[in-house]
């Protein structure tokens, strides 16, 4: 028999052996001798009171063993002679269509602008060190995506795009570990998520898939509304059945590639700001409402933040406990930060992008002479304001966060972790009114949700640009383009997803897609 619960556990119950299968024994009324094993299946933190509670669920088994198999089996085919599928970039949306792909029974032929897990870490180096960015490989660039460098965060909300726990399962058996299936909040790190993105690519070579690097898309060759052919830098064609663009968010060379042969797309509401650095004791002191260091059972601590200003809403993004902040410019003259964390989350930083709403259609009248194409035009100035206030290199402006919200230009700041290092700049007359002004609201509406939140201890470094694609490359019910036939937009770059897992579950989407259209 099996029997599914919910166990609540405090701190000192955590610390002690057997205490799932002990306050099993108890809810049941049954002897702990007969509780064979227990399986947990999600497991929570609940900080909202001053003691600390682990929630979880688990599936007690009751004079039976757990079943050795698993709930999900990845049966891979040789597609090493099958009919082709032509897949642009190799992030999770690229990955994940490809290993659908070849579980169909059809060869995926990929092809990335950048270059591989380990070659693409002198690139990052090159952009920390030496503030030069290679516009093919760098912390968006590459395989793997954005997610390989910037943090392996595996919430998502898309819980009815598909099947969520197929794609955890997968990743697990790509070699995540199987915390990924239980935790609330899963999370890999940049540290290990390299490994796994290798062993998918192992995987797809070794069933007959084709992954070509340093390959960039530079044309399509439609005809009659068809695509017929897609042609490469080095001025290869290749002739193509069906293509599943997956692109991501950043690849705005794409973007005017379609406006200028005339192809159908959208401007898109997305959301810029800011990074906000706490010392991460800061963070765990207010959530765990604790006075020095965390008990060393709870990890660093996270928040979700968000404050409506305006009509606009002003939020927390890509949340990094015990994290870093990365230079995520994917060109010259453009400073662009991100947030990643390693699994241990052990960091003495805790990072977080703060954002404002902008409604494409509404905030930015003044770049509607770019068409579709206004919101990318209107990050790519932004970015631009952003580095020449850092001084011209991949330095980022900063302000202290009090500094910043109460107008005044900080005459230090904080230790950062922030490699490239920081400028103080006057963040709240350089940022536009329709930003700044809401996130100097936000951050003084956040100081009183969490009391120590606003504090001169942190920085705020700009810009956070790259929240979603402010351009959506439209597709019919099948997924196809509506205008270009064999065109799949797939994953962020499309529009359609916001992280990797929503993104990965495209990504097959858009495989099974493609394939029946064959």
Known sequence: MVKELQLRVNLI???????????????LGISFADITAIKVLRKSIDARKKDVVFNYKVAVYINEPIPDTPDYIFEYKDVSNAKEIHIVGFGPAGMYAALRCIELGYKPIVLERGKNVQDRRRDLRAINQ????????????????????????LYTRSLKRGDVRRIFENLVYHGATEQILIDAHPHIGTNKLPKIIQNIRENILKYGGEIHFDTRVTDFVIKNNK????????????????????????ARDIYELLHRKDILLKAKSFAMGVRVEHP?????????????????????????LVHQVGNRGVYSFCMCPGGFIVPAATANGEVVVNGMSPSRR?????????????????????????????????Q????????????RSQVAPAQRLTDFVEGRLSLSLNETSYQPGLNSSPMHSLLPKLIGSRLRKGFAAFGKKMHGYYTAEANIIGVE????????IPRKENLEHPQIEGLFPCGEGGGYAGGIISAAMDGERCAEAAIAKL
């Open 280 to 304: 991460q004791q800061i963070i765990d002191q207010i959530q765990y409402s604790c006075s020095g260091e965390r008990d060393e059972l709870l990890p660093a601590a996270a928040y979700s």
């Open 227 to 250: 695509l017929q052919a897609i042609q490469l830098q080095n001025g290869t064609e290749m002739t193509v059945n069906s293509v599943i663009l997956a692109t991501g968010h950043s």
């Open 346 to 378: 052990n960091n003495k930083f805790a990072n977080s992008g703060i954002v404002v709403e902008i409604n494409v259609d509404k905030d930015i009248p003044k770049y509607e002479k770019h068409g579709v194409l206004k919101g990318l035009q209107y």
């Open 130 to 153: 030496f503030h030069d960015v290679n516009e093919d490989s760098n912390y968006c660039f590459g395989e793997g995506g954005a997610g390989t460098y910037s943090d392996g965060k």
């Open 380 to 391: 790519k100035d932004l970015e631009k304001l952003a580095f020449n206030a850092g001084g």
């Open 13 to 27: 119950e955590e610390k002690k052996e057997d205490i799932l299968k002990k306050k099993a024994s108890k809810k």
């Open 465 to 472: 640009s790259r929240t979603s694609s402010p351009v959506n």
